[in-house]
């Protein structure tokens, strides 16, 4: 059973529509005490840092998540919900993330190229993980984003080159992030979605 946290406007809908599509088991949850016994979570997001942060701490989610994450259940944040699982963003410098991995996320800077960062780009993998069994060393994916996480030697699965090289899918012991959105990536999308429920 996949659980998806349901955070006020995230994508948790159309994650929940993809695994169906996938015929994968999965829930869409708003109350943290379904997580008791989860073992594959996905935390969606799309919008603002501070508006999920406020979300996951008003709703009890945040000490359910980490004790999930020690406990080795299994965790996949997918845009913003990636974002989250660090300390904090340039977006909302009162806010806090989930601190599950050390990393901050920064604004695009740039003069020449639009942001947001909308649209296909390509993922250029730099470490194998079950998460990308199939890819191969460089696929397709959607994104929607003005912050990023930077490229950590340590953390990062992949980058993007976006006027800056940063990550677009990080990764450490049973946790795993996404900047681009699956759910909306065809089939390389998919296969992120199905190789996490086999992970």
Not at 14 to 43: M, Q, S, T, W
Not at 47 to 59: H, M, N, Q, R, V
Request: proline content about 4%; charged content about 20%.
């Amino acid at each position: 059973m996949i659980y998806i946290i349901g955070a006020p406007s995230s994508n948790a809908k159309a994650v929940y529509y993809a695994y169906k599509d996938l015929g994968i088991e999965c829930k869409i949850i708003v109350n943290p005490l379904e997580l008791l016994d989860a073992r594959k979570v996905v935390l969606p997001g799309v919008g603002a840092f501070g508006a999920l942060s406020k979300f996951l701490i008003e709703s009890n989610f945040n000490d359910p998540l980490r004790s999930l994450i020690d406990e080795g259940a299994k965790l996949l944040g997918i845009c913003l919900g990636m974002q989250i699982l660090g300390h904090g963003s340039e977006e909302a410098v009162e806010e806090s993330g989930l601190k599950a991995l050390e990393v901050n996320c920064r604004k695009f800077q740039t003069l020449d190229l639009r942001v947001p960062h909308t649209g296909w780009d390509q993922v250029l993998v730099s470490k194998n993980h079950e998460i990308l069994d199939g890819l191969g060393l460089e696929f397709s994916a959607y994104f929607s984003h003005s912050y990023f996480v930077p490229v950590e030697k340590e953390l990062t699965l992949a980058s993007t080159d976006y006027g800056v090289g940063f990550t677009s899918i990080i990764g450490r012991d049973n946790i795993i992030g996404v900047q681009f959105h699956p759910e909306r990536s065809q089939s390389n999308g998919r296969k992120i979605l199905s190789n996490f429920a086999d992970w």
